[in-house]
């Protein structure tokens, strides 16, 4: 189970306006994130795994 914090990780843009931990400003304001597929090569590969739609989680 992820939470939110007031405040957001340093660093850490956010493009998905669909995630719950996307601020107003584009930050992630979860308190722990995962990036997923250990084989990745690209950045391109990988993907946010604490993505959580809004309003569901």
Known sequence: ???T???TNPG?????????????DCRC???HIKVK???AVTK???YCGTF???GTC
């Open 1 to 3: 189970m992820e939470f």
């Open 5 to 7: 914090t007031k405040e």
């Open 12 to 24: 850490v843009g956010c493009d998905v306006t669909a995630c719950k931990y996307n601020t107003v």
């Open 29 to 31: 304001s979860a308190q």
């Open 37 to 39: 597929n250990e084989k």
């Open 44 to 46: 391109g590969e990988t």
């Open 52 to 54: 959580c739609p809004r």
